[in-house]
């Protein structure tokens, strides 16, 4: 679902550097180091840079039942299932890993500049919500394209031994480089229109709430034309989480799942999108694939586009 475009793969260098960390980072000191750093930080990096491919570990973690419960009512999953930790809840044990990666010494970009643009992940089995986790953000690349670097973090969440959720999180740093003329859009193919979804404007507080992301562009907009935004937007995940919360309740999620997602337009709150899905079954490979997307109700500019693999 990424785009293809001419890049350049920046080498990662070996041995694989791993840190282990005992608790997960505070993210207001996240937050804060990021701007303290991001000064002395690119947005760009040397064709011939030598990046460490560095992992983050974090042994032991149990989530949290009750942010667990109100990420269902944030992000409007069903309760039908209360053990069971909704599919796309598990990503958001990794911000604070993230956090700390991109803030670390041996993580090159400016922390500020990235904006996640895609996002997938695969579930091998139902995950309860007193299970224990030892979680591994591992940086997996890092591309430099004509408009700026693309950098993919692998997630991992092992429970007895075994990945029972793994993703990856796709970031893009702008360049400071002259904007080219805007290339006339053509004309898509939008899906059947399903349902409407509201976006209250505290939607991005609630959902920093229950996900630990305090990114400032998504709490006020006063904070987020600090960041070059007009109003405060949505949070890309919760969107995400959102439209999987609406599948869920029409198709069912079974044992094995996978998604994949890229992030279009932002979502300035509050607004009113619509999804809108094809579903496409196919029995011999005992999969129902179901393509989706969320869409501006007024102009149709997309916000989401991906597809969700339900497998019996």
Known sequence: MKNNQSI??????????????????SMKFVFLKALLISPFRS???????????????LKNYLPDKKLITNYRTVCSFSEDRPDIIPISYLQTLF???????????????????????????????????DETFDLVCTLESI??????IETDFTLE????????WQGISTFF?????????????RDETILTKRETLFVPSDTGRKYALVSGDYNPHHLYSLLAKLFGFKKAIAHGMWSLARVIASLEKKFGIHDSVA??????LPIFMPATTVLGYECQNKKKSQQTTIIFELRDKQKELPHIKGRLLNRY
Do not use: M, Y
């Not at 969440?157 to 029972?164: E, R």
């Open 143 to 148: 591309k430099k394209t004509e408009k700026g």
């Open 95 to 129: 911000i604070g890993l993230l956090g700390r990666f991109i803030t670390s010494s041996f993580f090159p970009i400016n922390p500020l500049g990235l904006i996640q643009t895609f996002q997938s992940f695969e579930q091998k089995r139902p995950v309860a919500t």
């Open 157 to 164: 969440a092992i429970s007895g031994d075994k990945v029972v």
């Open 43 to 57: 947005n760009t990096i040397k064709d011939d840079a030598i990046v460490n491919r560095t992992q983050i570990i």
């Open 173 to 185: 740093t702008r360049s400071r480089i002259k904007k080219k003329k805007k290339s006339k859009r």
């Open 8 to 25: 350049k793969q920046i080498a990662l260098g070996s041995p694989k550097t791993v840190v282990e960390i005992k608790k997960l980072p």
């Open 259 to 264: 998604v994949e997602a890229s992030f279009k």
